[in-house]
Nanobody
Framework: QVQLVESGGGLVQAGGSLRLSCAASGRTFRSYAMGWFRQAPGKEREFVAAINWSFGRTYVADSVKGRFTISRDVAKNTVYLEMNNLKPEDTAVYYC?????????????????????WGQGTQVTVSS
């Protein structure tokens, strides 16, 4: 069974920074891509960032480009989301996601249904 365990959320003032981590475990799990999504109250889950596990190529939503960086540590099977210059509109529950299936289209990285494994979510609250 695949498990994704997130950590690093919390309360921060606008302009501050947080670093989210997501560790993947599972005896036979080999990740093809991992990503971060977020969901604010009353809103749909939205894509934040994703990374191709083998090549490290990253995909980042326009709304966070230049402020958020996704990276991975292959040896630790962990993906990170470095969030800088946080804004109140970044407040949401952040979810880690992973898939072991090959993705042939770039658009697939941005789509929630692409990912078969999800973490429990971690709350990020940015105060103004």
């Amino acid at each position: 069974q695949v498990q994704l365990v997130e950590s690093g959320g919390g309360l921060v003032q606008a302009g501050g920074s947080l670093r989210l981590s997501c560790a993947a475990s599972g005896r036979t799990f080999r990740s093809y891509a991992m990503g971060w999504f977020r969901q604010a109250p009353g809103k749909e889950r939205e894509f934040v960032a994703a990374i191709n596990w083998s090549f490290g190529r990253t995909y980042v939503a326009d709304s966070v480009k230049g402020r958020f960086t996704i990276s991975r540590d292959v040896a630790k099977n962990t993906v990170y989301l470095e969030m800088n210059n946080l804004k109140p509109e970044d407040t949401a529950v952040y979810y880690c996601a992973a898939t072991s299936q090959t993705l042939y289209r770039v658009s697939a990285y941005y789509t929630a249904r692409t990912y078969h494994y999800w973490g429990q979510g971690t709350q990020v609250t940015v105060s103004s």
